[in-house]
């Protein structure tokens, strides 16, 4: 069940990356192995996710800046690790706060992506998108989710500590069937670990050394 769940929690952050890089109108391309953007991504964005456990980085790698390592297992030479992460869940529901809002237009996204300070990142034609999920709470915090592959996705989480605490129960208010998924790692894992979440394995995110 964990290793079903660490898959589509993997495959759901390539759909988010996929997600941004259309409203940039960056070209990618995927196979059953990678997903990788033609051209650089945004700020906080890799240009190449591996997918599964038996990928091997494709000779595409002189031409990217970063690289998602899902289940950190790569030696890349000439990188060095940005940082090392957990892929966590959480089933973990505290009571719900209504104050919540749920973002579907362009000045409350433009309002949440200052206070998240993406403002040049997250560009008002996510909203399109459908999966794509935005929610705010004043003087607290925020975070996005990505519903795909039968996970809600959650990334860009800011603001208070107890944000990461909060974050099953709005998603189980909007979406109850699905799972709660995400990556964290330093000052951000800590807090998720001890909010409820658990760990579902590690991963590394490597960038070029200049």
Not at 120 to 147: C, M, N, R, W
Request: with cysteine; charged share 20%; net charge negative.
């Amino acid at each position: 069940m964990e290793r079903d769940l660490l898959m589509n929690a993997i495959i759901n952050y390539s759909d988010w990356c996929e997600a941004i890089s259309k409203t940039h109108r960056i070209p990618t391309q995927k196979d059953d192995m990678i997903w990788f953007a033609n051209t650089s991504m945004p700020s906080y964005f890799p240009d190449i996710i591996s997918l599964v456990k038996e990928a091997t980085l494709p000779d595409l790698i002189a031409t990217a800046n970063t690289i998602f390592d899902s289940f950190n297992q790569f030696s890349v030479p000439d990188f060095s690790t940005i940082f090392h992460a957990q892929w966590i869940t959480s089933s973990s529901v505290v009571p719900y706060s209504g104050d919540w809002r749920w973002i579907h237009d362009e000045e409350g996204l433009e309002n949440w992506s200052q206070k998240a300070a993406l403002q040049s990142i997250v560009l008002p034609t996510i909203l399109e998108d459908q999966h794509a999920l935005f929610f705010y709470k004043d003087d607290f915090g925020g975070f996005a989710a990505y519903h795909s592959h039968d996970v809600m996705g959650i990334t860009a989480v800011f603001g208070d500590k107890l944000v990461r605490q909060e974050i099953p129960a709005v998603l189980a208010n909007f979406f109850p069937d699905f799972p709660v998924v995400g990556f964290d790692a330093g000052e951000g894992l800590n807090n998720a670990l001890h909010s409820g979440w658990t760990a579902l394995g590690p991963l590394n995110v490597w960038t070029r050394n200049r």
